[in-house]
């Protein structure tokens, strides 16, 4: 290999304390690929190498060329693109040993500059070393305006493929300085207009400042620049894309008839009482309790026979005799469970209920639900949504430990209304909102929903709001009933009167 070109690196002053070479090797004819390699030399003795001691300051190639405090600095990936620019009359500087090696070189010389320029290559590695860049120049730099300027001709494309697109240039090989060319104020002015017309600002998500544990910050007005993924709904008003929500209710509510019902709606992109699914979405319905039999059923009373997109359903009943249901509470039933995600790839995941799939740990106990937390979040940053199915506890609140419902978007209960009557009534349930992270209040209002058996179908039926609330407004208006005539009516306590007239007051109703 023969050298074929030396970029000298120097002190503003111009003194040389090192340089890069490029060697070439052709092949025997015109096809054969040119082999290169780049090599440093930087060690006093004359060998090649970067020691160990070297400055940062003399880790910039090209901080001789910095003049101007306010004309725009160009910052490369490689010292070939910035001696193309340095001929054109243009501060650029790039930093010795690749990305690898960014943060040992001092990026403060560039300090009082006001507008600087990273150039990445058009590739993952140039989009790492201009990431990096940035992140080195950002405590430097103070208010500097600085931009990114790409090169999107091809993989790898750099400024020197833009540069040999111009007319002037089809013939130049990539290394002579453009410092002597005829035609080197056509060729600056060319660069200049698609500077002007390509620059971008730079990218929200290289803000991040990364901690040595690998967490990363943001500041708020960075924050607001992100371009985050927008979440849809899967089921609207309250099952959103990547959300974590609860349903819970009594024993013998219906809640797997709610849910069962909700994820077939979100399989056909169907309505399903008072939510819409806007488009049919696959579902994962796992179910650790119900026999198989009895789940078949349900599925076929409800409609879901046939959906228009995947609804998969994990059952005890049809699993091997030594395969038992996995365990949330531990690692490898995690690990079970992402390998079932990962299989069919869901938008929304019922786990139906906490009890059978998570049985390791206190229930009551904060520290035994951290690790199911944590992997539920998990499953958020890959935009899965979750649906957690559990029971109430004697207080008619969810059971265990509050700390569940930290991270949750919604939390739904379902109760009877105050005048069911077991054994006569059809299945009826309040839906009631207690807690909605997303929702306007006017979608958080209560719903009555009727489950019915015709003719072996199942049909939902719905009223906004609790019917024997709503009636008992409207007698405590009408006045024509005292408050125990009023409870005898609707089959409630007085108390319940009471209650629902001091909700009713603080809605605005009366």
Known sequence: MKEVMRWNYKSPDGACYGHVIRLEETGNNSNDPVKKQIIPYFKLDGTSGIPMGISGANRIYGSNT???QFDPVFITEGEKCAYALQGLGFQAVTS????????????????????????????????????KVYQALRPVLGKAEIHILRFPLREKADICDYLKTLPELTSWNELDSLAEHPQRAAIAASFE??????????????????????HKLIAAND????????????????????????????????????????????????????????????????DGEMQA????????????????????????????????????????????????????????????????FIRSGNENEADSWAPVQEWLVQLRKRGIAIVLIHHANKEGKQRGSHKKEDVMDVVIQLKRPDDYIAGEDAT?????????????????????????????????????????????????????????????????????VHRWKTKAQDEGLF
Request: with cysteine; aromatic share 8%; net charge negative.
């Open 193 to 214: 207009r698609y500077l002007q017309e390509r620059k971008e600002p730079v990218p929200a998500n290289w803000k991040f400042i990364v901690t040595p544990g690998r």
């Open 293 to 356: 039999a009895a789940m078949q059923e349900r599925f076929k009373a409800l409609g879901g026979a046939d959906t228009k997109a995947e609804l998969f359903i994990y059952t005890p009943d049809v699993q091997d005799q030594d395969s038992g249901t996995p365990d949330l509470g531990i690692d490898t039933g995690r690990a079970e469970v992402n390998a079932l995600i990962e299989q069919v790839n869901p938008k929304v995941v019922f786990i139906d209920n906490i009890s059978t």
């Open 66 to 68: 910095l003049s101007g």
């Open 223 to 286: 924050f607001c620049e992100l371009k985050l993924p927008k979440r849809s709904l899967l089921l609207g008003p309250w099952l959103a894309e990547a959300s974590i929500n609860m349903v819970f209710a009594d024993r013998g509510i219906g809640k797997t008839f709610f849910c069962l019902s909700a994820a077939i709606a979100i399989a056909n992109g169907d309505r399903f009482i008072g939510y819409e699914a806007p488009a049919p979405a696959s579902v994962l319905y796992l």
């Open 96 to 131: 010795l040993g690749g990305s690898n090696q960014v943060q040992l070189a001092d990026w403060s010389i560039l300090r009082g500059m006001a507008e600087i320029y990273i150039l990445p290559d058009n590739d993952k590695p140039g989009s790492d070393y201009a990431q």
């Open 428 to 496: 009826r349930m309040i839906v009631r909102y207690t807690k909605a992270r997303h929702l306007e209040a006017k979608d958080t209002r209560d719903s009555e929903a009727t489950l019915r058996n015709e003719s072996g179908t199942l049909v939902w039926t719905y009223s906004e709001g609790d019917s024997s609330y709503i009636r008992c407004v409207d007698l405590l208006k009408s006045k024509a009933l005292s408050y125990a005539e009023i409870a005898e009516e609707l089959s409630v306590s007085k108390s319940t």
